[in-house]
């Protein structure tokens, strides 16, 4: 399969260039799962929630449900924004009879809960292949960590036999509660590159997940295979982290800190935005879901400290006014920790 | 004190431009009523919520409750929008123990929900006596329509009595169990302009009301006498019903709609959504808290039926990429009803 995928490419070639259109992906929405769960539960009433990516495919999925189920069954979706398993919509979850999570494997096992993971069916060897380029060749270090995201978890065991049948010792770990895979990495959580490698190879698509894998490992070399978009690559995490430094130090003249806790489902740290509050007669507590600039307006603090998603922070942090640090950047710029204590923000635990 | 006032102004004063800057406004937080709370409820935790032209003002509230109250009490904001009694933070009063809703009147009474309402402490008797001269001489047209905000319902007696002293029949009532008050509007609901009058003195801020109002009561004439911008006009419904029939129209080529049900607690019409969607089946149920442009991108429908908040619809309806309708003018969009019969959508009961 990977040797026939890869004699197609040519010179010039755009699914080599990362130009070219993503690879089209079906996706099985595990329907009859579905149809099932409202049988046993004799249940009136189905909630649907997708990610931001996948909103698009929600009318087609009720179509197909709405063939599927009695006529006196309400399919309804979520329209609020979702971006991780750690953002169930609890309106939802609590109203509906049946609610259905899709593209995200499990945060936490429940019986509220049908998860759908959508796995992609891409094929991930070809641009296994072209990795190798990018890694040390096995007889100078043979170890390699290995990991992915939900999406393409189905092809994990592939993808390590793959690399032991090219010599490598792949090093992989589950990483801690909060994922459900071995091997497995969320945007927020990189426990599983916890391995005794020197480099990791990410075989998954876009360079969300990657770049916080370098950030919090700042000492492996992280090399991305991207099956998605074709390319490889090699995380940088450079202008990240200027970025990171230039908050810091402009939130280091705040007088009046705003401390968000964030109230979505998986996203709650309350020890850590009490102790703050705590500590600093400064510093205000807010809770909300969605963290954007605009809700932040208003308020007119001079720095914020975000307890909820991490990438909120270190990926939309630019996006907002006034500067947005990490509960441990926060740490930085009251002058209680040294500056190169900067490190990425992770999260762990559940709810 | 009216005459006082009046006196002050000369030709070229801003003040009736409706150019001048606001009236400085101080306001009644009741902060003894919150520290009462706290102390018969044993309180650890008070949650407070501000409408989003009251929110900079928190942090100095928040500064004076954490002198009042004892260390252990935990003080936190709401950073969620708020537009209205409609639009509770559920998640915020589930999980304190006192929770304060700022600058609206009561919905609905609850033993959860402590309402300040934050009267104005404007003087409205100066720019009512400029609206005399939009207004019928008595001797013409002796009946008048009165209503005004929660902000100023402090003052609606002095009003009323102002204009009867003036030779006119003050015609008032308390609209339906959705307003707290006699003669007070909301931006979705003008019951309390139900009454035998064609002319409708608003005294307010703003023009958001009364445009709801003249759109509502399109025979009347509504006259704005507007204390916190120093300026009278009338309001002009032209400029928002030609968008209107705009939205219908270009809706009316639609193939599949986006059915919004709102999630608030307030804003809620389950039938009236679950209506649409069971006798079409090119309807699609999605629901949401916040109905954004941005939300509702990913989806792709033509275009929404917004069974929530009216207003979004109206004042914000041009922002969304599709047509976005109210739930009678859906109805015109899809032929079940003419064209004329279109009308302002409003909103009744609480919750």
Redesign the interface.
Known sequence: MSQESESEYTEGDLRNTGMSLKHDRTWDYELDRIVEAVEERDATTV?LQFP??L??R??RV?DDL?DLLPDEV????????CYGACDL?T??MRRTDVFVHFGHSPMKESEKILYVPLFSNVDVLPIMEESLEELADPDDDENVGLVTTAQHMNKFDEMRTWLEERGYTVETRRGDERLTHEGQVLGCNYASADVDADQILYVGGGKFHPLGLAMEHPEKKVVIADPVNNVVTIADTEQFMKQRYASVHKAMDAE?W?V??C?KIGQGRWETA?EI?AEN?NA????????TPD??T????DAYVNTGCPRITTDDGPQFKQPMLTPGEYKIAIGEEPLDSLEFDTFHGTW
């Open positions: 909630g931001e990516g909103k698009r929600a009318p009720v709405r309400n399919v309804m979706t979520s329209g609020k924004p919509d309106y939802m009046e705003g968000i806790f109230t009490e509050v007669d205000y507590l807010i809770t909300m879901d969605e963290v809700r932040l208003n308020f007119g603090f």
